[in-house]
């Protein structure tokens, strides 16, 4: 078990056509916290997380993925990852940095996910009235909206889980946590980490057979209380919950789905499901071609995933029109 | 068992000599939406308090009980009410009424606290924003603060409890639910309701033995969590908690005490404690000259209560300087 | 508004063809305690219900609801309102009476289901090792399963739900919290209470149009943890859950539904949902006519109310059959 | 950052002179599941606890720690680790394993706690009538008691901090996450881990100046209302609690200390505090010599911590009576 290239999920770009309802949902209701504006970019950050942003929210005619971005293991797993990346033919050169991390290096998965590596971060500093005497905690609490703690995690569909299962596993050194097979030992999901959390990036067989698209970005609460109150709030301020509050068999999250304004697929993610310390740890499979793996994977309890769940999701903006902007 | 004179506890007054941190507490941190400004007071609700207001805070040179208003069963027994409280010495007159609410009995309690019961209430009505589709809710649940639900009870301290417990027995309709017995038979505590709720008043013995002061008024959280969640943000944002989080004997309450900036000591209360539908309830009596009611009447679970729990209170303004205003 | 003739549900009859399993699902899974066993009945109790049981559990060739019980206000009132129950030709007569409590008048509601009122009750009293020291609580927590707190209310389908209501509140007193209105000012569910509880009895039309119909039997945990917990345990343990958990916009309940093994529908009551203390309260109506009442009114967070929720109930069993026994 | 020789906690033996009464406090009140007997000895785990145990209670004539077992990363980092620790003169020599795992190599930290590390371990299959379908859960949640979920940390108390600090740091490949610093500069407390969690085991300064005592060892929740639980009923059955529940500033745990009836402490620990994923993470500083560090760090909210936190704890058990049995 070699170390992994990447060690964290370090951020997430979406891209929307409606900027404003997006903010409003993201800042006001999840209580994140905004660190900087710049051109068509606002970013932003949950309370607990330490860099200077885990959301960049950018204006665009069509809300889609801007790109995830990873955080290497350090330097040197920075630089041999992207040669390795660049090999493969799925590198797509470095990038100077932007607000809050220094140089990056894009690639994009199999499937055509944009994604980056990066090794320097900047830390959020709050100003004076958000400094806290909680030295773990990098502000105070916000005092808005049902504020979420920290990014968790991100979940990508794609045209065959294998090639992008595998790709993780062996460019990235994720592990193989979970993973749901169907009729005929085709993969349909696959659940990966490099650290104790389950998932740091979900793989999903996109059901309407599409590529490159991004199912959802999940932030993380750790309270089942706050998800009912996201729940409650979301409701009366007329945002769609797509499925949830639940849990879910695989990963044990407790979980609810909303869509933010663009159109974005949420997480909501409301305890911390369970933590993998084992090194030797066997995959679980669910073998979804029998009802009851079937149905206790998806749900363990709560209400149906509906249809929407496995067909629906935004596309992927090409690094070719990030480079232009 | 004929019907109380008072079925519920409409609203309190507050004098705070720091009204814009009292506001700045009670607005900001704990969620209550302001109705009004009159004068030198702003009138307050949490989000499913029905009525115009059930907090009203006034500046004044000093911080003190306004008043405590009850909401009588009906028309003729606000009336039949007052009469029995001239009689008994203890009225002081009708006022035409405030913002909220119709005319007014004054009276004082044998202690000293100033009180009134009315009949006559308005109902709010959020604005256009703030107008929900859950029928049963009077508005939104703000995005601010930890926001309490409800304002559930009022506590005061007598020099003596046996004349206050039984005034409000007798003239008011209370029901004795629980009590504290001390050495030589000595009431140092009596818990009274006119609903299920184990109390909407608490007297307690004051340890100074001064008169007329008050303990607390309580707002309801109904979710442990949010107590846990206020407890968080107090401390972040510099509010001084008294106790708890944690669980009275008494009542069975998951409670914290805080002080607002203005000095009057305010209860969070997380969960419903329990109900009493019995008609034939026998008063819960704790023994408080043993060790074991002594310390599992106040807490069932969590830190002890500091000495400044019996000593310290807030004193009652007059009604006379009342109607000076 | 006059005193009501009942204060409170005293306790349910269940008829179980599979007396075994039902009794596992309410001792092991539920945590209820066996109070006694008599001939084919098992007595049971919440750990916070104060009287000798509120549940028992009778072995029958057909699942069915054996009775509701319901307390008096007082031996007056009970006298009083088995006069009118008779002359209203609802009466089945008095019957001496059960293990738990006196003497109990029997009727049937214009629907047909069998109840019964009563005044005098026995306590509880719990074996040495079961005595606590927290004075308002009747016994220990108990240490099995998730344990309920207090029976909470019941809900009955009906042919027709004007009449039902009506009879509720003409007759026992209750009064009118919530109501749905269908199609054509049909009204299709009437939610009433005598306490500021939102509901002791829900009066839901059956989709049927059966008569004398029992939908289901709540118990109350008041921390929505709980609630949770419970689903976790019951998946695992193989009982099938019917829908939640979940918040209903009418009462707002966070609610769980579930079939106990004799066929039975439970209902888990996770929070307080909303208390009325206001004499006044007018009526929350929802229209269900709208799509918004429709959806906000059933579920207004978590999964859909599925078909056999409108459909699927148990027939009440004769008084006749019961005097047999 | 070099891979570290251990990855995991794999489990603690208790000595107890009151074994029966320890097993019921473990086994009927915090859940733990029985996986075997042997000789004097219990082993028990948590329902989400993979491997045979991760308890093992030893009846003995005084309670004391009876050892404290890592999980290697490996079979050559085990035999390397072996190595550096004879050579460093703190190893006491092969062990051929125990019940539940293979060989074992045993040492004791400069402070001289007894420990050992391991590789090979042995998974827990639960029998037929506690297999669940949760695939990622090693059995059904027990019915029994408030049933923690898994082994999470121990800790320490010694005579010097930074010795043993540095010990699991260079010797066992710990991080340093958090650290307490008291006047002119002594360290009084270090938390540090080889995972996201901000600690496996905390080494905190003896109050006594005694050498090679144990703190306490913890159990995890995950969800803040089973703490709430536990201290319910804990209370309820006569089991001391000494401080809690409530919430540190070091590690942010949402906490409680009770004493088993052998006298070990135990934390009970109700969230999942704070992750760390950053490979730079710098170590957290309280600076106790001040006021605010002083109070915050210990407690953030909830009651204080009481005299015999900083100077009760159970001695070691030496190795050399271990190999006697």
Same mark, same amino acid.
């Given at each position: 078990m070699?170390?992994?290239? =990447? ?37 932003l ?20 993925? *801007?790109? =995830?971005?990873?955080? @290497? ?7 041999? !990852? ?10 797509? *050169? #470095? ?5 809050g991390?220094?140089?990056?290096y894009r ?12 090794w ?12 806290? @005497?909680?030295?773990n ?12 703690? &920290?990014?968790?995690?991100?979940? !990508?569909?794609?045209r065959?889980?294998?090639? =992008? ?20 030992g085709?993969?349909?999901? @696959? #659940? ?15 059901a ?31 945002v ?5 509050? *639940? ?18 697929? =949420? ?16 995959t ?11 149905? &206790? ?5 709560? *209400? ?14 090409? #690094? ?6």
């Amino acid at each position: 078990m070699s170390e992994p290239a =990447v060690v964290q999920l370090a951020h997430v770009e979406l891209i929307s056509s409606k900027p404003e309802e997006t903010l409003w949902f993201f800042h006001d209701l999840l209580g994140l916290e905004e660190s900087a504006r710049q051109g068509q970019s606002v970013y932003l950050r949950g309370y607990e997380d330490w860099y200077h942003h885990t959301l960049k929210i950018t204006e665009g005619s069509e809300t889609a993925l *801007g790109h =995830v971005a990873w955080r @290497a293991a350090s330097e040197e797993a920075l630089e041999a !990852l992207a040669r390795r990346l660049e090999q493969a033919g799925l590198g797509r *050169g #470095w990038h100077e940095g932007d607000l809050g991390h220094g140089r990056a290096y894009r690639f994009v998965t199999p499937d055509g996910h944009p994604m980056e590596v990066l090794w320097e971060v900047e830390y959020y500093h709050p100003p004076e009235t958000m400094r806290t @005497a909680l030295r773990n905690r990098p502000q105070k609490r916000p005092l808005r909206g049902i504020p979420v703690r &920290r990014i968790d995690h991100v979940n !990508l569909m794609v045209r065959e889980v294998a090639p =992008v299962r595998d790709f993780f596993m062996e460019y990235l050194g994720f592990r193989l946590r979970e993973q749901k097979i169907g009729q005929e030992g085709q993969i349909v999901g @696959a #659940w990966l980490s490099v650290s104790p959390l389950v998932h740091e990036v979900a793989v999903m067989r996109d059901a309407t057979g599409a590529r490159g698209r991004f199912h959802h970005v999940a932030y993380w609460y750790g309270y089942p209380q706050h998800l009912m109150d996201a729940a409650d709030a979301l409701v009366d301020y007329g945002v769609r919950i797509e499925a949830g509050p *639940g849990k879910h068999g695989t990963t044990q999250a407790y979980f609810m789905y909303v869509f933010e304004p663009g159109g974005v697929r =949420v997480e909501l993610f409301g305890d911390t499901g369970y933590l993998i310390f084992d090194p030797t740890w066997k995959t679980v499979v669910w073998d979804v071609s029998n009802e009851s793996d079937l149905e &206790r994977s998806s749900i363990w309890f709560g *209400g149906r995933l509906p249809e929407t769940f496995y067909t629906y999701g935004v596309p992927s903006m090409a #690094w070719e029109t990030a480079r232009a902007r």
